[in-house]
């Protein structure tokens, strides 16, 4: 329990705290700690993870979960320094209250000593009157530090402002941090670093209000190598729900992470020992054509997210694709999954001969150049190679009836879609 800290520490996992002495001494004997997760899409993402996991840590190393979904906090959302946020309705916000339960639940203990608790803000917050509210709430909060917050400043900077409806989110919050106090006796919460004016209203309010000390830090954004933002593809965002972001494009996220930045991933992702991410480290620097460390990271998470069997199948559908394995071995939701992540071409648009796919397919810049290619022996349909590029696709070599792969020398890939139009 002691060694909580420094563990969070060492994976990069601490980036400011309320009194670094005081959470050492809280963190030495059982605390019972929050963290909380707006629903504000019907699924979590790559980033919410890491306050998961850390909540996971904490809860291993013997403190107490409180794992709160905002439902009240939800329906306002936390100022954007940029733009007002649009309002979701209540229905649709607490359809993804439970969505978003059902998918952190999976990752605590929700029995034993010190068992996981899953809370919803709206349960103390629809009961408040506004007069309560400003009456009991507001008349603690500062409106100088209110302004302070990286987020307000900007928006009251702007032409657009900010409204007042934003502005009072970090009341809510606050107020969370009190409540649970009261009810549950928590005296830790945490979160990312742009949520500290946030977190640190709330302990505030704690300190105001009932005259005790609470405590609280924050966990460093995840960032990728270049210091720019994590969990963003040219797809859009890396969900947690496989029906937003499919297992193998998950895989391939982090198969694809960068050698400068997946030590790092790895302390904030897995459980790995320092032994084991410095001899991954090693491995990244004396041969990095080999992956290791990335192909650890993916496993890891991707296992921790969907299951071995998701592991599984997103191995042999990349290994498929390139060659190294059966296409028909591969079920139709793997390889539908797989050939998403591809260029895709369509053979009713008037592309039926390779030449033709490959050049609409963009693998070959022109139709000499295609002709080019399946001469020189580099042009597969399904990882036969093609000797004769005048040849049209046959119905045979369709894929569960539908997909044709076409790859121009080792790695350069596209999908055919041959489904009727």
């Known amino acids: 329990m002691s060694d909580v800290l420094e563990d969070l520490r060492w994976r990069g996992l601490v980036a400011q705290s309320t009194d670094e002495e005081a959470l050492r001494a809280a963190l030495a004997r059982p605390c019972t700690f929050y963290v909380g997760f707006d629903p504000t899409a019907p699924s979590l993402h790559i980033g919410s993870l890491v306050q998961i996991l850390v909540a996971r840590r904490l809860q291993r190393a013997g403190h107490h979960p409180l794992l709160l979904v905002g439902g009240a906090t939800g329906l306002i959302g936390d100022p954007k320094p940029t733009a007002e946020r649009q309002l979701n309705d209540a229905d649709v916000v607490a359809g993804w209250v439970d969505s978003v339960r059902r998918q952190i639940e ?3 203990d929700l029995e034993g000593p010190n068992a996981a608790r899953m809370v919803d803000n709206m ?16 008349r603690h909060f500062r409106v100088g530090r209110m302004l302070a917050k990286d987020a307000v400043a900007a928006r009251m900077a702007s032409d657009e402002g900010i409204s007042f409806t934003e502005f009072s989110y970090q009341v809510l919050q606050g107020m969370d941090y009190l409540e649970l106090w009261r009810r549950h006796g928590c005296t830790l919460q945490f979160g990312g670093s742009d949520q500290w004016g946030n977190i640190t209203a709330g302990v505030d309010l704690v300190h105001r209000a009932a005259q005790t000390q609470v405590h609280a830090f924050t966990v460093p954004l995840v960032t990728k190598a270049d210091g720019t933002k994590f969990g963003k593809t040219e797809s859009g965002t890396v969900w947690l729900d496989p029906s937003l972001t499919s297992p193998y494009a998950f895989h391939q996220f982090w198969l694809r992470a960068e050698d400068a930045a997946v030590d790092g991933y790895l302390r904030v992702f897995t459980d790995r020992s320092r032994e084991e991410l410095e001899a991954l480290a090693t491995a990244t620097a004396e041969r990095p054509g080999a992956r290791e460390a990335q192909r650890a990271l993916a496993h890891d998470v991707t296992a921790l997210v969907h299951g071995e069997a998701a592991v599984a199948s997103a191995e042999a559908a990349a290994a498929a694709l390139f060659g190294r394995g059966d296409l028909e071995a591969l079920d139709e939701p793997a390889l539908t999954a797989a050939l998403a992540e591809l260029p895709q071409t369509a053979v009713g648009e008037g592309a039926r001969t390779v030449v033709e796919l490959l050049t609409a397919s963009g693998l070959s810049p022109s139709r000499s150049a295609a002709r080019r290619a ?3 022996g580099g042009a597969y349909v399904n990882n036969v190679a093609v000797r004769d590029g005048d040849a049209e696709l046959a119905p045979g070599q369709l894929l569960h009836g539908r997909w044709a792969v076409l790859r121009r020398g080792k790695r350069t890939l596209a999908a055919v879609d041959a489904r009727p139009r």
């Open 374 to 376: 399946v001469a020189d």
């Open 123 to 138: 349960d103390w917050t629809s009961r408040l009157s506004a007069v309560d509210l400003l009456r009991d709430v507001g």
């Open 106 to 108: 999976p990752f605590v």
